[in-house]
């Protein structure tokens, strides 16, 4: 889901950009710098991601007049790099949107937070639930983190952009409910499913490329 037009206010796009300035910078910060650019592997992961998170993105729905939904992916993307390289990655791809006209330019920070920012602070939040419980199962990393994970991730997206579109005025709550939230179950299991069965098949072939998964506790 993303604004393909300015729905904001003056204040509120403000708001929304000093947050995405600070999510960007704590991940900015975050980053082994100096890891990632000895390990190849992980560079082409990150912008690999990206290019084709921007090619997917480019396939969507609209929804309402100024909304557009389309799957989300990140949260695979942040079990494979960790949240603060997904949320890199994800603005990459977010600019490819840019570039092809499908995203405005002036939304990029709160797009940037709705469709990159939230997910992956999302997955990441229930990656750490997940480790903390110490389930010795791998369905559990699957089920929770991949299918679970994505699927709430893409639920508090959609709270986000509601919450600022209703504060601003732009639609009504019994708006919002009739044509959005009564529908976001919908948009949970889609995107549950492509990220759980994505996760699913690295963790079988390529576990390797699952930075977050500790494989020590599965065995």
Same mark, same amino acid.
């Given at each position: 889901?993303?604004?393909?037009?300015?729905?904001?206010?003056?204040?509120?796009? =403000?708001? @929304?950009? +000093? *947050?995405?300035? $600070? !999510?960007?910078? &704590?991940?900015?910060?975050?980053?082994?710098? %100096?890891? #990632? /650019?000895?390990?190849?592997?992980?560079?082409?992961?990150?912008?690999?991601?990206?290019?084709?998170?921007?090619?997917?993105?480019?396939?969507?729905?609209?929804?309402?007049?100024?909304?557009?939904?389309?799957?989300?992916?990140?949260?695979?993307?942040?079990?494979?790099?960790?949240?603060?390289?997904?949320?890199?990655?994800?603005?990459?791809?977010?600019?490819?949107?840019?570039?092809?006209?499908?995203?405005?330019?002036?939304?990029?920070?709160?797009?940037? =937070?709705? @469709?990159? +920012? *939230?997910?992956? $602070? !999302?997955?990441? &939040?229930?990656?750490?639930?997940?480790?903390? %419980?110490? #389930? /010795?199962?791998?369905?559990?990393?699957?089920?929770?983190?991949?299918?679970?994970?994505?699927?709430?991730?893409?639920?508090?997206?959609?709270?986000?952009?509601?919450?600022?579109?209703?504060?601003?005025?732009?639609?009504?709550?019994?708006?919002?409910?009739?044509?959005?939230?009564?529908?976001?179950?919908?948009?949970?299991?889609?995107?549950?499913?492509?990220?759980?069965?994505?996760?699913?098949?690295?963790?079988?072939?390529?576990?390797?490329?699952?930075?977050?998964?500790?494989?020590?506790?599965?065995?």
């Amino acid at each position: 889901m993303g604004m393909t037009e300015n729905l904001l206010s003056t204040g509120q796009w =403000l708001l @929304t950009a +000093m *947050v995405f300035a $600070l !999510v960007l910078l &704590a991940a900015v910060r975050s980053v082994d710098w %100096r890891a #990632f /650019r000895k390990d190849q592997s992980l560079q082409h992961s990150v912008f690999g991601a990206a290019v084709v998170l921007g090619f997917a993105w480019q396939l969507r729905a609209g929804i309402s007049p100024g909304l557009a939904i389309h799957i989300f992916g990140i949260t695979v993307i942040t079990l494979m790099l960790g949240w603060a390289l997904a949320v890199l990655s994800g603005l990459l791809a977010l600019v490819i949107t840019v570039i092809t006209g499908r995203e405005p330019l002036i939304m990029f920070a709160a797009n940037g =937070l709705i @469709t990159v +920012m *939230v997910p992956a $602070l !999302v997955t990441h &939040a229930i990656m750490l639930w997940e480790r903390k %419980r110490d #389930f /010795r199962s791998f369905f559990a990393y699957i089920f929770f983190c991949g299918f679970f994970g994505a699927g709430l991730a893409v639920a508090a997206a959609g709270l986000v952009m509601c919450l600022l579109l209703w504060t601003n005025g732009i639609y009504s709550m019994d708006e919002l409910v009739h044509d959005y939230l009564s529908y976001l179950p919908l948009f949970m299991i889609p995107e549950g499913f492509v990220n759980g069965a994505f996760v699913t098949g690295l963790m079988v072939f390529h576990p390797d490329r699952l930075s977050t998964l500790d494989q020590r506790r599965y065995r």
